[in-house]
T-cell receptor, first 122, second 112 residues
Framework: ETGVTQTPRHLVMGMTNKKSLKCEQH?????MYWYKQSAKKPLELMFV???????ENNSVPSRFSPECPNSSHLFLHLHTLQPEDSALYLC?????????????????????FGEGSWLTVV | GQQLNQSPQSMFIQEGEDVSMNCTSS?????WLWYKQDPGEGPVLLIA?????ELTSNGRLTAQFGITRKDSFLNISASIPSDVGIYFC????????????FGQGTILTVHP
């Protein structure tokens, strides 16, 4: 139990479907993230929300639409996906999302992951 | 973008052996994190390093933040079957607003 809960764990959807992934964190963190993990690729950052405001959109197609109603919840709305979008989608959270300079021993920005949602687009 | 090279890509070892893996980057990081991912699960944080030269242990795991801030290693001593999984390093640049860059992962297989 990492304190970050994702639902559903598995989702199969057609290309014309609309579905959503949900993430909830119980760590009192202020930043939440969506990552995509495809086979044989490094983890790819998709979106970052800091204090409910989107601070990063890593050139993600508009068929992925994030929503962050509060600091504890994060959604990823899915619409007209493609088969190549099939992957493990990981939610994560951290205390905050702050720029720190080299040599700053403030403590870093450790990220904690949920268990992931396996998405298959057929 | 930032490149993180993690090696080796995979390891096949006997139970009881020690394991070592490392990551190098082309630029300076101010945080290094090591995660383990079991099949079908999300990455679980093993060790976090925040200072250059820092050496931190977590049970049989030991990790170090390189002095140059461009590398880190993870050692696992006396491996056991449950060590099987994928190990990822991740680094945060000083100017990346908290964005982590992940290595490609090291797949560890432990034979009983």
């Amino acid at each position: 139990e990492t304190g970050v809960t994702q639902t559903p764990r598995h989702l199969v959807m057609g290309m014309t479907n609309k579905k959503s992934l949900k993430c909830e964190q119980h760590l009192g963190h202020n930043a939440m993230y969506w990552y995509k993990q495809s086979a044989k690729k490094p983890l790819e950052l998709m979106f970052v929300y800091n204090f409910k405001e989107q601070t990063e959109n890593n050139s993600v197609p508009s068929r992925f639409s994030p929503e962050c109603p509060n600091s504890s919840h994060l959604f990823l709305h899915l619409h007209t996906l493609q088969p190549e979008d099939s992957a493990l989608y990981l939610c994560a959270s951290s205390q905050d999302y702050v720029n720190r300079e080299v040599g700053d021993d403030f403590g870093g920005n450790t990220i904690y992951f949920g268990e992931g949602s396996w998405l298959t687009v057929v | 973008g930032q490149q993180l090279n993690q090696s080796p890509q995979s390891m096949f070892i006997q139970e009881g052996e020690d394991v070592s893996m490392n990551c190098t980057s082309s630029s300076i990081f101010n945080t290094w994190l090591w995660y383990k991912q079991d099949p079908g699960e999300g990455p679980v944080l093993l060790i976090a390093l925040y200072k250059a030269g820092e050496l931190t242990s977590n049970g049989r795991l030991t990790a170090q933040f390189g002095i140059t801030r461009k590398d880190s290693f993870l050692n696992i001593s006396a491996s056991i079957p449950s060590d099987v999984g994928i190990y990822f390093c991740a680094g945060q640049e000083s100017t990346s607003y908290g964005k982590l860059t992940f290595g490609q992962g090291t797949i560890l297989t432990v034979h009983p």
